[in-house]
């Protein structure tokens, strides 16, 4: 079968579709699909969800032509806070665990896409120094995703 997508772009569609399609909470935009990195102090205006591709593998497990691909895929939920009361922090990243809770352990419908772990980098609460010096709540969980071949 002919390739009409990359794998990493595939993989990160099928997250930020399961990411949109969550129903335990609201997103004042929709998650977005991202090839550029993001940069956690950029200057965000509403609570923003980025999923980027970071790294893609080609495992090589069988003499097929194509064997899946494992991918470093990065979620990032982020926005400028006006106010840093406990309860505000508390809702983001309640926010964040309901975010998790749909990724982890996900498989597409059609079993193409599945995330395989969640990674030791991510950080399930908000950098310290950046909500005390710039009101940023910045969060990202890092997937590795495996995509079957074609």
């Known amino acids: 079968m002919t ?4 794998p990493s772009t595939e993989a990160c569609l099928a997250l930020v579709t399961q990411i949109n ?8 935009r929709p998650a977005e699909y991202s090839r550029l990195e993001v940069l956690p102090l950029e200057e965000v205006s509403t609570l923003q ?16 032509i194509e064997d899946r691909t494992s991918h470093k895929i990065v979620i990032w ?4 806070l006006r106010d840093l009361t406990p309860e505000t922090i508390d809702d983001r990243c309640l926010l964040v665990r309901q975010i998790f809770q749909r990724v982890n352990n996900f498989d597409s419908s ?31 969980i890092v997937l590795r995703v495996e995509v079957n071949p074609s």
């Open 77 to 80: 939920i982020r926005e400028k």
């Open 3 to 6: 390739v009409t997508v990359a």
């Open 110 to 140: 059609d079993r193409r896409v599945r995330v395989w772990e969640v990674d030791e980098e991510t950080r399930m609460t908000p950098d310290k120094n950046l909500l005390n010096t710039m009101q940023l709540f910045a969060v990202s």
């Open 49 to 64: 969800v980025d999923v980027v591709a970071v790294d893609e593998e080609q495992l090589s497990e069988t003499l097929d």
């Open 21 to 28: 399609a969550g129903t335990d909470y609201v997103l004042e």
